[in-house]
């Protein structure tokens, strides 16, 4: 079956303490993107790579990072959360091209407290 | 630079009525348009696209699109609403410009369709 999948899917942690957050796709997709949900703000790309060894800033990218070296992996970083990057993240993936739809994992909501 | 307007954060419907959310898009050149769906504890599902072609657009679960260029809209429609269809829903639009290729979303719109 096709799809995107994150770990994990719930995540409490405190101020400053290093975490990773996977996402693995199974589609062979070029693209992949980290987004965060917020209430009122919609969703904002934190990350994204077109291609293995390729990655980019999205419009949020302060206190995160990712790393693309397999092409079904791209995991996202937080080397000192702090409490405003409580949120809920969604990883996707597509192949390249203006007409193509992406493909969303379930969605990790992490709170730091 | 490529964008997409949900004018409405929320929409009420009547459970068999006709629905509505509305998306207004700003782009240069052909727009691509998407619209996702994300019901409760879930992540964003695909629903329809436009690219070229027909202006409206047949999508999952009964729902279709109409694409105006003169009032650079994408309304999403379906004309009898069920309880189930009670979610998020987000109008979109890729943006491909130089190196980069990025997925744009509105604010999204709660529709909630009333038993």
């Known amino acids: 079956e096709a799809q995107v999948t994150q770990n994990p899917r719930y995540l409490i942690t405190v101020t400053g303490k290093k975490l990773t957050v996977t996402c693995s796709q199974n589609?062979?997709?070029?693209?992949m993107s980290w987004y965060r949900q917020d209430p009122g703000l919609g969703l904002r790309q934190i990350y994204y790579s077109m291609n293995v060894e390729v990655t980019d800033k999205g419009d949020v990218p302060e206190g995160y990072k990712v790393s693309r070296k397999e092409k079904r992996n791209f995991p996202l970083i937080l080397e000192s959360p702090s409490p405003n990057q409580t949120s809920l993240y969604f990883c996707?993936?597509?192949?390249?091209?203006?007409?193509?739809?992406?493909?969303f994992g379930q969605g990790t909501r992490l709170t730091v407290v | 630079a490529q964008s997409v307007a949900q004018p409405e954060d929320q929409v009420n419907v009547a459970e068999g009525n006709p629905l509505t959310v509305k998306c207004t898009y700003s782009v240069s050149g052909n727009p691509y348009l998407f619209w996702y769906v994300q019901y409760p504890n879930r992540g964003l599902q695909f629903l329809l696209k436009?690219?070229?072609?027909?202006?409206l657009v047949k999508g999952s679960y009964g729902f279709e699109a109409e694409f105006n260029k003169s009032q650079t809209s994408f309304h999403l429609k379906k004309p009898s609403a069920l309880v189930s269809d009670s979610a998020l829903y987000f109008c979109a639009v890729r943006d491909y410009m130089n190196r980069d290729d990025k997925i744009i979303f509105g604010k999204g719109t709660r529709l909630h369709i009333l038993p």
């Open positions: 436009y690219i070229t072609g027909d202006n």
């Open positions: 589609m062979n997709h070029e693209y």
């Open positions: 996707a993936s597509s192949t390249r091209g203006l007409h193509t739809e992406a493909f």
